[in-house]
């Protein structure tokens, strides 16, 4: 949230800033942040989950917000004056702060994506980055005390099309080549992503998955690991997932 609410928008459409559900230039409205209303609904999903759920973290999203329906919206534009708020940009700020607040006074630690680097940001935060084409925002993370969870959309999407090209440059992958210092040790880990709206079948989502999964491990704990180090490794999982009848690529 805000965006990627299309279901919730479709059950009550007042969630929008429309009053209805729709699609804008590349993605789904989002809910209206500038409404009490909504801010009210969120906080009841987020108090259920939040029950039903022990985990410490949680990710409320906040990638891919089309702001369109707010910048032509009169409620949004009351909002802004009211807050003080500039753009569409400090809107989904706004939202993201009063989201991680009310998740904090529950003891829970917040995660957003990296789209919430485009403007200001809590240093409590967890960062977690996706967008390899927006190369500064790991270092605008870095620079605001904020901890970063490693999700590069070309290197650890393994929902991607599988090579041995993709395969490789994953495992040779170094952070220490390709950030400084002040942004490497902001980094807690490495995570995998497996999107599976284009994945037909639980066969598919194997091939997808395996060896990829053994690799993004080997990205994790293993220094100065490559293709011939990591396909000798391998060679036990392969058996073993031969042995229990799971798919893999080769």
């Known amino acids: 949230m805000p965006g990627h ?22 993605f789904s409205y989002p809910v209206c942040p500038c409404s009490n209303e909504t801010i009210d609904f969120t906080y009841q999903i987020w108090d259920e989950i939040a029950d039903l759920f022990p985990s410490k973290y ?3 999203g906040a990638d891919e917000v089309e702001k369109d329906t707010w910048k032509s919206s009169a409620t949004c534009a009351a909002f802004m004056k009211a807050n003080n708020l500039k753009n569409a940009n400090e809107i989904q700020s706004f939202f993201v702060k009063k989201m991680q607040e009310h ?6 630690t917040v995660i957003a994506w990296d789209d919430v680097t485009d403007d200001k940001m809590d ?3 967890k960062i977690m ?3 390899d084409w927006v190369k500064d925002a790991p270092a605008k993370a870095a620079a605001n005390n904020n901890q970063i969870i ?3 959309w070309d290197l650890f999407y393994l929902s991607g099309s599988y090579s041995a090209e993709v395969l490789k440059n994953q495992l040779e992958f170094d952070l220490s080549r390709e950030y400084p210092t002040d942004v490497t040790s902001k980094i807690m880990g490495f995570q995998g992503c497996v999107w599976t709206e284009e994945i037909p079948s639980e066969e598919i989502f194997e091939l ?6 053994q690799a993004l491990s080997e990205t994790c704990w293993t220094n100065g690991t490559n293709l011939y180090s990591f396909n000798i490794r391998l060679k036990p999982h392969l058996e073993f997932l031969k042995a229990n009848n799971i798919h893999y690529s080769n």
């Open 5 to 26: 609410m299309s279901a919730a928008i479709r059950a009550y459409p007042r969630l929008s800033c429309t009053g209805t559900a729709g699609w804008g230039t590349e």
């Open 58 to 60: 949680v990710h409320i």
């Open 103 to 108: 998740m904090e006074s529950k003891g829970k």
């Open 123 to 125: 240093s409590k935060l």
């Open 129 to 131: 980055y996706w967008r």
């Open 150 to 152: 490693f999700t590069r």
């Open 208 to 213: 997808q998955v395996f060896p990829r999964l």
